[in-house]
Nanobody, 123 residues
Framework: QVQLVESGGGAVQAGGSARLSCKVY????????LGWFRQPPGKEREFVAA????????YYADSVKGRFTISRDTAKNMAFLQLNSLKPEDTATYYC????????????????WGHGTQVTVFS
């Protein structure tokens, strides 16, 4: 059974940083894209970032470009999301996802999901 487990969330002051981790169990995603999505309170889930196999390409939502960095450790079957210059509007539950096909920014392109980790940014 495939499981994605996120960690690293918490409460952070605006302007601060956080680092989220995603550990994949049950299969390797070495040849696949891994993505991060988030769901702000009362809003729909949205794309944040994605990274292809071998870290060849990365994709970012415009709202996080220049502030967030996605990376992966293929040997450990993990993905990471470094969040810098956090803003209150970054408050959300952040989800790690395993890609199954399609454009990396689309929710429908992923069929493996973690349960999420909460990031709360206070001013």
């Amino acid at each position: 059974q495939v499981q994605l487990v996120e960690s690293g969330g918490g409460a952070v002051q605006a302007g601060g940083s956080a680092r989220l981790s995603c550990k994949v169990y049950g299969r390797t995603f070495a040849a696949d894209t891994l993505g991060w999505f988030r769901q702000p309170p009362g809003k729909e889930r949205e794309f944040v970032a994605a990274i292809t196999r071998g870290s060849r390409s990365t994709y970012y939502a415009d709202s996080v470009k220049g502030r967030f960095t996605i990376s992966r450790d293929t040997a450990k079957n993990m993905a990471f999301l470094q969040l810098n210059s956090l803003k209150p509007e970054d408050t959300a539950t952040y989800y790690c996802a395993g890609h199954s096909g399609g454009h990396p920014s689309r929710i429908g392109s992923y069929n493996y999901w973690g349960h999420g980790t909460q990031v709360t940014v206070f001013s």
